[in-house]
């Protein structure tokens, strides 16, 4: 099993800045990927951003040059920087943890942390 402490969601104002940080524990093995996901009220879950175990990053368009996915594999943790922040950026932002045992993939969860941008 695989547990997590996700932190840094709240409420910013347009234009604002908000530092998301997933912390993940338990039975981890080989890291493969990390990334955070979000999904506003009735839209489908998104990616925002990832990150693999050498470093590439990926980023939705939508979130390119204003936000800032990064990991610190010592400690299992991974974080994304959000500047310039929009209200269509107000969702429930998820991490997802991409552990590969042997040759197969299992993705893991977070609970879920809120980020509302809103005057």
């Known amino acids: 099993q695989v547990q997590f402490v996700e932190s840094g969601g709240g409420l910013v104002q347009p234009g604002g800045s908000l530092r998301l940080s997933c912390a993940a524990s338990?039975?981890?093995?080989?890291?493969?990927?990390m990334g955070w996901y979000r999904q506003a009220p009735g839209r489908q879950r998104e990616l925002v951003a990832s990150?693999?175990?050498?470093?590439?990053?990926n980023y939705a368009d939508s979130v390119k040059g204003r936000f800032t996915i990064s990991a610190d594999n010592a400690k299992n943790t991974v974080y994304l920087q959000m500047n310039s922040l929009k209200p269509e950026d107000t969702a429930v932002y998820y991490c997802?943890?991409?552990?590969?045992?042997?040759?197969?993939?299992?993705?893991?969860w977070g609970q879920g942390t809120q980020v509302t941008v809103s005057s």
């Open positions: 338990g039975s981890i093995s080989s890291i493969y990927a």
């Open positions: 990150i693999i175990s050498g470093g590439s990053t």
């Open positions: 997802k943890i991409r552990l590969k045992v042997i040759s197969m993939l299992y993705d893991y």
